[in-house]
């Protein structure tokens, strides 16, 4: 069993329930951020001691070798959808990795995304492939998890089209044919505390996670629209638009993004996955209904949403 593990990034969306699945396991975990206050809630999820939060940037080679130090394994959740690709999905990918093979750490993760592709279309796509590339090179038999777009209680995806179809009467979608496969933070979680705990078991391996059915763009707003009782018309936005849209300043889609939006989101035939684990991953229909509740206009008193 592992005994101390290394998070960077654990104060974000995915990283809490990381540190949740760690703790639960036993594990020691050292949190690893810029801004060390967005970390304090995960202190009460363990036991006395049993957490520790230390203020390192994983472009800073001297904070990243101090968090490191004395780590079993090491988790690198670091990923931006906007902003320096380069110097936050390579560089500094490279420099935890580097940093744990120093340190003497039997395992590294490395958490990328489905459509991680060195001929992706978006910056995002090529450098989360070379952030990979870069990993498996400084750290010899790291574990390489992709997965799709996750969503949970606190996610920035499936709560966003709640909060405009709980407010506008015509819901604009963008790229509605394009498929995600969403999958529960709380699965992807575990699967990343196991590869972390079991290096015997998932070294040198890539997994990619995706939840139980894959589902589009207007499938997936129209079904959260439903599960908040609210009856927006949708309004397929032509890409031309979306376009022009994107090139303004403080749009809520980038350029990138609309690049990304251009390939499915889905996990690739014969990938190594949930079963690898031994997770069945949870539908979207079961876990969120209990947090898309605040999004109803009566609350849980509403009669009009789907269970």
């Known amino acids: 069993m592992v005994a101390l ?29 810029r801004d060390l206050t967005s970390a304090h809630f995960v202190k009460p999820q363990g036991d006395l001691g049993q957490s520790q939060i230390i203020a390192a940037s994983i472009t800073h080679p001297d904070s990243v070798r101090q968090a490191v130090q004395g780590a079993d394994a090491v988790i690198n959740l670091v990923g931006v959808l906007a902003g320096d690709f380069q110097k936050l999905h390579v560089d500094g990918a490279r420099i935890a990795a580097e940093a744990a ?38 750290f010899p038999g790291a574990t390489i998890i992709r997965p799709s777009i996750i969503f949970g209680a606190e996610d920035d995806f499936v709560n966003k089209f709640a909060a405009l179809a709980a407010k506008l009467p015509v819901l604009p979608v963008i790229r509605g044919a394009v498929r995600f496969q969403p999958v529960w933070v709380a699965d992807v979680a575990q699967a990343i505390a196991h590869a972390a705990l079991h290096p015997e078991a998932h070294a040198g ?103």
Request: aromatic content about 8%; glycine content about 12%.
């Open 205 to 307: 391996r890539t997994y990619e996670l995706g939840g139980p059915r894959a589902i589009s763009m207007a499938e997936l707003n129209a079904w959260v629209a439903s599960a908040i009782g609210a009856k927006p018309a949708l309004f397929a936005m032509p890409d031309g638009l979306v376009g022009l849209l994107a090139r303004l300043p403080g749009a809520p889609i980038t350029k990138d993004q609309l690049a990304m939006l251009q390939t499915d989101n889905v996990v690739a035939p014969g990938a190594a996955g949930f079963d690898a684990f031994g997770i069945e991953p949870t539908p979207l229909e079961v876990a969120a209904p209990s947090w898309l509740v605040r999004y109803r206009r009566a609350g849980r008193f509403s009669l009009t949403a789907t269970a």
């Open 5 to 33: 593990v290394t998070l960077f990034g654990g104060g974000g969306f995915l990283g809490r329930y990381v540190a949740q699945e760690l703790m639960k396991a036993g594990a020691r975990v050292r949190i690893a951020e």
């Open 101 to 138: 093979k120093a340190a003497g750490a039997k395992a590294f993760v490395q958490i990328s995304a489905i459509g991680a592709d060195a001929g992706s279309a978006s910056a995002y796509g090529r450098t989360k492939a070379a952030g990979e590339a870069a990993v498996a090179q400084a």
